[in-house]
């Protein structure tokens, strides 16, 4: 049996504005939305990861809040989980630097407005039944 990988992704949160990220890469996912985030990597804890993968991605600090209860398959081996975050007090604005070519704070009445990636479609939905997309205290 092949040994999951997971991929950590982050329902962002400025306010209650959800941060979206379009992707620009792979051309498969390309013009598609997503949550932030990316792989573990071997020893290191899955908030860790989210923080690396979103100063990474984005040039932000976050702070991880909670995980979002479920775990969605992607192309195996690979699952994805997903964690409520905030921006730290003194991060910069979020940047498209890797993998995504526009962000777009989405209000919660907008959350539905974007094309999502099918596994983020099902972690925006348990999220929304813990407290709503648009509440990040969730």
């Avoid at 192309?75 to 997903?82: D, E, F």
Wanted: glycine share 8%; no cysteine; hydrophobic share 40%.
């Amino acid at each position: 049996m092949t040994e999951r990988i997971v991929v950590v992704a982050a329902a962002l949160y400025a306010g209650d504005r959800l941060l979206a990220a379009r992707r620009s890469a792979p051309p498969v996912l390309a013009g598609r939305w997503e949550l932030p985030g990316g792989k573990v990597e071997e020893g290191e804890s899955s908030e860790a990861a989210l923080v690396r993968e979103l100063r990474e991605e984005l040039g932000v600090e976050v702070e991880v809040v909670a995980r979002i209860p479920g775990e969605w398959p992607l192309k195996s081996p690979y699952v994805l989980q997903a964690w409520t975050a905030h921006l730290s007090p003194n991060s910069p604005d979020p940047k498209p630097l890797q993998d995504h070519d526009e962000l777009r704070w989405l209000a919660p009445d907008e959350v539905w407005d974007v094309n999502w990636l099918d596994q983020d479609v099902e972690a925006i939905r348990s999220l929304e039944t813990l407290g709503g997309a648009g509440s990040r205290s969730a």
